[in-house]
């Protein structure tokens, strides 16, 4: 007898590609073109190394996650504060729109660095201010890129204070918001 052998398919996840516009280093901008749909929608429960990815990608944009490819409580958890952080439904469930918003993050950290964004800081406020933060690249209700940083006087810490001045959001077009 013949052993029979059923494959069943099922979907990875749904939507479609998303395209980011990337600026190289000469300035020309270039469509990158990421594969959400390619990935499965995961939630709680999910074990699998698209979780370990997930949970990768999640810490190299500078959330705290453990990498274990065991999509707990946790990691729920981040998932929400990422979303939350880049203006996404807050569900915990990673789909097409959380997985693009992981890749279009990638891609902007290459463009807008935080060493950047704390230049531009410096031109704005001055050099006797220090910069601190998370270095979590951020998205304003507009969909533009941010970091928020608290900003302290030089001075006024060596004097033994705190030096705050406030919480800035710096944007790559040179703004620097008071929060």
Known sequence: MIPAVVLMASPLGTGTASITHAASKDGQVQKVETKAETRPTLRKGSRS????????????????????????????????????????????IVGPMTWAALDENKVERKQFTEKAAIAIGTKKLGSKIVFSGDGRLLKDSKGKAYYLYKAANKDWIDQGGTGTIGWFHIYKDGRVVEQ
């Open 49 to 92: 190394s698209y979780v370990r990815d997930l949970q990768q990608s999640l810490k190299d944009v500078k959330y705290t996650v453990g990498v274990d490819g065991i999509f707990g409580t946790q990691t729920q958890n981040i998932v929400r504060e990422f979303q939350v952080d880049h203006n996404l439904s807050s569900d915990g």
